[in-house]
């Protein structure tokens, strides 16, 4: 249910920036601040809705892929020198 409302919500902010845009409000100040403020609302929302379809497994591409235990390292072979005899 929280995953259809957060995606609601970061579409229903989108309509206001296109009201903005048709409305020719886009071009004042005001405009650009209305419509950077819902852009970050919008995405605030997409991002909720992006973890929520992540946590869920949905988005199979983009899940944490366990790492494989690492193998202990083989100790070095060190190599006998031959003794001079000088």
């Known amino acids: 249910m929280m995953l259809v409302i957060s995606i609601i919500l970061a579409i229903a902010p989108l309509f206001g920036i296109v ?24 995405g605030i929302f997409a991002l909720n809705a992006f ?3 992540r946590d869920a497994g ?4 983009m899940q944490k892929k366990k790492e494989a235990p690492a193998k202990p390292a083989a100790p070095a072979k060190t190599v006998a020198k031959p003794a001079s005899d000088s």
Do not use: E
């Open 19 to 42: 009201w903005t845009v048709v409305t020719g409000s886009v071009k004042t100040q005001d405009g650009l601040f209305i419509s950077l403020i819902l852009l970050t609302i919008s």
């Open 51 to 53: 973890w929520q379809l």
């Open 58 to 61: 949905i988005l199979p591409s």
